[in-house]
């Protein structure tokens, strides 16, 4: 977990330097447009990295288990970032019913999307809207 943290933090860093070079190497004795079209060069060669930045960022490792309850919930979770946790569908529902500001986010297999206060996820994977 802490290893997964800190090769995450590398490959960030990385970016970061790489963006740096880009700036320094724009920066001398050329037209405002030719150093515009520099920067856009620069993010069509980078793109694929910050995307795959990005898309590690939101991944869920494939350790993770529930805060509460401790199971398994690499195919189905629940991210709270007001919390800073993940959860069961069970304990996520059982726990924020209550805490309608909470931002939270369903993670599937291969996608995720943010939830509603109002919504709970079901075990199987699927979105209800409770009742007030
Ligand atoms: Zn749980
Ligand atoms: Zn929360």
């Known amino acids: 977990m802490l290893k997964e943290k800190i090769e995450r933090m590398r490959e960030e860093a990385k970016i970061e330097n790489a963006s740096i070079e880009n700036v320094a190497k724009t920066s001398s004795n050329k037209t405002w447009a030719k150093r515009r079209e520099d920067v ?10 910050y995307l795959t930045a990005f898309i590690k960022h939101k991944a869920l490792f494939q350790s993770d288990i529930c805060s509460n309850c401790k199971i398994s919930i690499v195919h189905l979770a629940v991210r709270c ?3 800073s946790e993940h959860y069961c569908p069970d304990c996520d529902w059982a726990y924020h019913c209550k805490k309608p ?7 599937e ?7 509603l206060p109002s919504e709970c996820i079901l075990p199987n994977g699927q979105v209800i809207e409770k009742g007030k």
Do not use: K, M, Q, V
Request: glycine fraction near 4%.
């Open 40 to 49: 856009d060069a620069g993010w069509d060669t980078n793109r694929e990295t």
């Open 81 to 83: 970032r007001t919390c």
């Open 101 to 107: 500001f909470h931002d939270r986010e369903l993670f």
């Open 109 to 115: 297999e291969s996608s995720s999307r943010p939830i």
